[in-house]
Nanobody, 123 residues
Framework: VQLQASGGGLVQAGDSLRLSCAAS????????TGWFRQAPGKEREFVAT????????SYADSVKGRFTISRDGAKNTVYLQMNVLKPEDTAVYYC?????????????????WGQGTLVTVSS
């Protein structure tokens, strides 16, 4: 499975962005998808995850209520709608696939990763 993350950019605090994670390859295999982010000088951290059918979602406390993860099965794409962005949301955002459906917050539980897309939020 190949994952392609896109949608990043430079925005101001309070703005919104929608990230996309498009899957290709063996997409007939079901997998849950997670979003992680890594800010400069910091470790990669969990943002959100969604089950293969979109029914179950989970969020980091820092983004709960502002970010929404969703998926379009027909397009093999997972989205991360980010609202009320803050400067501390600035990071490279990565999507990742977990074929064991653990809906984990641990990056080591994910099998495949996209290349990342940069989100910069100015104050």
């Amino acid at each position: 499975v190949q994952l392609q993350a896109s949608g990043g950019g430079l925005v101001q605090a309070g703005d919104s962005l929608r990230l996309s994670c498009a899957a290709s390859g063996r997409t007939f295999i079901r997998f849950s998808t997670g979003w992680f982010r890594q800010a400069p000088g910091k470790e990669r951290e969990f943002v959100a995850t969604i089950s293969w059918n979109g029914v179950i979602t989970s969020y980091a406390d820092s983004v709960k209520g502002r970010f929404t993860i969703s998926r379009d099965g027909a397009k093999n794409t997972v989205y991360l709608q980010m609202n009320v962005l803050k400067p501390e949301d600035t990071a490279v955002y990565y999507c990742a696939a977990d074929f064991r459906h653990r809906l984990s917050t641990n990056e080591y539980d994910y099998d495949y990763w996209g290349q990342g897309t940069l989100v910069t939020v100015s104050s």
